[in-house]
Each structure stands twice: as C-alpha cells, then as structure tokens.
C-alpha cells in the first residue's frame, strides 16, 4: 500500500540539518516544498525539486504550508520569525528544530497565538534514519501532534516528552550523536593507520565497521552491552581494548563529561 504524501511545507533555512530532513521528505513523497535559504549553494542539490526562494518576501503568495519547519541556526532566529508570522497566524503549525530555543521565546517572536512543536532531530534523517525527539507548546492539538508525529517519522524515528527541558539534554546525546559516531570512525581510521594499515584500508574498514556495527544494533534485539560482550572473547585482543577504553576515566566518565557540556550550551542558546 502507498504512504499518503506529506502535506505541503514550508522550509525556513536549508542546512545541514534541514537539507537532511528535505532529503528525506522528498524521497518519502511530499505534497509541495518552498525553501527560504539565502545562501544558494545550499539548495543547489534540491534545484528542479522543490520551490526555493531567498527571503520570506519571495514565498509565493496563495501558498499554504500546513507546517513551517523553524532550521535556521539559533543565533538567527531573531531574524528569521518575524517573517514567519503570517503563516503561523493563518493556522500553520510551526516546528522548530533550533538547539535551545524555548517554545516561549519562538511563540513570542511569532506573535503570540502561534502554536509551535519544539523537535530535535539528526542528520541521519536524510537516509530516513533519523531519530526526532519533540515536545508539544500550549495549544498544540492532538491532530497537531499527529502532523508533526507523521512528518517527523518519515524520516525516522519519534518520540514526546512530556517537560520541555529535557529537550536540552536530547540535543546532546541524539541531536548531536552522529557526530559522535562519525568521530569514532575518524579515530578509528587514524588508529588503523598508526598500526601500519594502507591509509584506502584503513578508511574502508573503519567505515564499514561503524556502519555495520550500528546496522546489527539496529537489527538486533540484544542490548549494545551484550553485542559488545558478543565480540569479546575472553583472554582475547577486544578485551585488551576494551580495557583501556572503558578504564574509570576513560569513555564511560569522557562520554558524561562531553554530554553535560553539551547540555549546558543548548540551555544558554535560549536566551
Ligand atoms: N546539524 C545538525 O546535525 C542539527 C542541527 N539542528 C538545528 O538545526 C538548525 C540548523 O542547523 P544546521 O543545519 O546545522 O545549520 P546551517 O547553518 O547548516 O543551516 C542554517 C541555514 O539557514 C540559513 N539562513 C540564515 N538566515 C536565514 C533566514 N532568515 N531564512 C532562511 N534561512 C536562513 C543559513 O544561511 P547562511 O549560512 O547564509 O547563514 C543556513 O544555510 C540549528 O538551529 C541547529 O541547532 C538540530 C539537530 C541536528
Ligand atoms: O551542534 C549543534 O548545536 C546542533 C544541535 C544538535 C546538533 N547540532
């Protein structure tokens, strides 16, 4: 059976983050597109498949978003929501996706009555991967929910949280995530190289094995601990590894430490 199209959406900023999204959404199938982006290298891999125009001014006008997704960095929100205004005020549901940034604040520069989804999503959302953690704003009706909840998985996973705060610490560990893993190849590589692998080897492995890796999690229904010990022999060389990695100062604290910094600056984003 089909999936139904998703409903026509406005785009506010074509990034990283929303360029990922997009991919994603046009691949599942969505109803129509326009994209605010300013900076036109950004859209030149959507040319020919969605509207894009450089200002707010230029959206076309009859044209009637059911969502206006919020994908400008925080820092630039101050500019971006004025413009917004009139769709949220012609029933658009808005959904931010801005590290930080409280529903109070964007409710506010939206004028006051918009109803606004706060989401946290990740880059691997463009290969329909992702994983978007949302919390609903005042007013937001449970159709609404079920908008955003319907956008949001088709491109991944979803799930609410019920205290807007907690929001911060999931732009930690899964908003910025990827690029946790992405760093573990990285290292991963390098270590390969020093060991005297070929450099094309090395990046071929280290590739493979992060993505494997994270393919038979996904597959598997044991929990990451076991798929470790599931590799470990005893006595054997994952073991002599594992001991230096997971030494009382090594990951497990590095990891808490990287987290908690990360949470603290998605808080000072708000202001
Ligand atoms: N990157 C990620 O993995 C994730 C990011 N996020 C959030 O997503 C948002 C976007 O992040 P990211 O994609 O990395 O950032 P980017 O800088 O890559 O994307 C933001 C884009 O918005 C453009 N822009 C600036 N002003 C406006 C405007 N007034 N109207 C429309 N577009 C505008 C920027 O143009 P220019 O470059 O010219 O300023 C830029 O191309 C951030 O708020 C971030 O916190 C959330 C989860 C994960
Ligand atoms: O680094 C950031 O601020 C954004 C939010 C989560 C991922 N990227």
Do not use: H
């Not at 997009?22 to 959507?46: H, S």
């Not at 929501?81 to 996706?97: D, H």
């Not at 190849?185 to 094995?209: I, K």
């Amino acid at each position: 059976m089909s999936e139904k199209l998703i409903p026509p959406l406005l785009l506010i900023g074509c990034g990283k983050m929303g360029g990922a999204m997009l991919e994603g959404w046009l691949e599942r199938g969505v109803e129509q597109v326009v994209v605010v982006e300013p900076y036109a290298p950004a859209t030149e891999a959507f040319a020919g498949r969605v509207t894009v125009c450089d200002s707010i001014e230029a959206v076309p006008a009859g044209f009637a978003p059911a969502v206006v997704i919020l994908a400008t960095k925080p820092q630039q929100a101050e500019a971006a929501l004025p413009g917004c205004k009139r769709f949220a005020t012609a029933g658009a549901l808005m959904v931010s996706i801005m590290a930080g940034k409280t529903v109070d604040g964007i409710t506010a520069a939206l004028g006051g009555d918009a109803r606004v989804v706060r989401a946290m999503p990740n880059t691997p959302a463009a290969v329909r991967q992702g994983f978007t953690c949302c919390f609903a704003g005042p007013g937001v009706s449970e159709a609404e929910k079920g908008l955003a909840d319907s956008l949001l998985s088709s491109v991944g996973e979803v799930a609410w949280v019920e205290e807007e705060g907690l929001i911060d610490a999931v732009t930690a560990v899964s908003g910025g995530g990827p690029a946790y893993v992405f760093l573990l190849a990285e290292v991963l590589e390098q270590a390969a190289v020093s060991q005297g692998l070929p450099p094309d080897l090395a990046r071929r492995m280290a590739r493979r094995t992060v993505s494997g890796s994270g393919a038979l999690l996904a597959a598997s229904e044991l929990d990451a601990a076991q798929l470790r010990i599931n590799v470990t022999s005893p006595k054997g060389t994952t073991e002599r590894a594992l001991n230096v990695l997971m030494a009382p100062d090594a990951w497990p604290k590095l990891m808490q430490e990287a987290i908690a910094a990360a949470t603290a600056r998605s808080r000072e984003l708000a202001g």
